[in-house]
Antibody, heavy 118, light 106 residues
Framework: QVQLQESGPGLVKPSETLSLTCTVS????????WSWIRQPPGKGLEWIGY???????NYNPSLKSRVTISVDTSKNQFSLKLRSVTAADTAVYYC????????????WGQGTLVTVSS | SYELTQPPSVSVSPGQTASITCSGDKLGDKYAFWYQQKPGQSPVLVIYQDTKRPSGIPERFSGSNSGNTATLTIGGTQAMDEADYYCQAWDSSTGVFGGGTKLTVL
């Protein structure tokens, strides 16, 4: 069974870059697509983007100019960078996996709260 | 950009049937997915490809999708089903979530 674990700073200053890593265990990072999804406190889910192990990516158009998702197959990890953050980027950030095509997200990390504040 | 619309809240009495809708332009031409999220927990996939249940999801959860509306139906709703429910679809390989529906069992 695939397990996902997010890690990274819980506090980021405005205008700086939010960086998170998701470590994959129980499965090969070459077998799935890997996504980041966030949820502001008390609000709904927002899709950020995905990466395949080959490096192909797709991002939410509303965040595309600020987001980079990358993968490190040697470490079985993938990462999120979100630049020029503001308070509106405060959220619980989840990493999740899907098998691609017309499938849903079957594995999720526990989520990590990132607060943007000076 | 593609949008999915859900009612903010739905209430149901224990043992009754709850229906949660998700609307989007020609949503029936896409697959709909449904997630259950309880407070403080990560979302859980309860319906995929409109009607299919992942292993471990009770049979009382079912789904349909036609026209512009997908529907999650919970038959014989139990107190443990009280949660937020989110629909999701793919639009040109971009993921889209509905705003979520809070299901109250009272």
């Amino acid at each position: 069974q695939v397990q996902l674990q997010e890690s990274g700073p819980g506090l980021v200053k405005p205008s700086e870059t939010l960086s998170l890593t998701c470590t994959v265990s129980g499965g090969s990072i070459s077998s799935y697509y890997w996504s980041w999804i966030r949820q502001p406190p008390g609000k709904g889910l927002e899709w950020i983007g995905y990466i395949f192990y080959s490096g192909s990516t797709n991002y939410n158009p509303s965040l595309k100019s600020r987001v980079t998702i990358s993968v490190d197959t040697s470490k079985n990890q993938f990462s999120l960078k979100l630049r020029s953050v503001t308070a509106a980027d405060t959220a619980v950030y989840y990493c999740a996996s899907w098998v691609g095509g017309d499938s849903g997200y079957d594995y999720w990390g526990q989520g990590t709260l990132v607060t943007v504040s000076s | 950009s593609y949008e999915l619309t859900q009612p903010p809240s739905v209430s149901v009495s224990p043992g009754q049937t709850a229906s949660i809708t998700c609307s989007g332009d020609k949503l029936g031409d896409k697959y709909a997915f449904w997630y259950q999220q309880k407070p403080g927990q990560s979302p859980v996939l309860v319906i995929y490809q409109d009607t299919k249940r992942p292993s471990g999801i009770p049979e009382r959860f079912s789904g349909s999708n036609s026209g512009n509306t997908a529907t999650l139906t919970i038959g014989g709703t139990q107190a443990m089903d009280e949660a937020d429910y989110y629909c999701q679809a793919w639009d040109s390989s971009t993921g889209v979530f509905g705003g979520g529906t809070k299901l109250t069992v009272l």
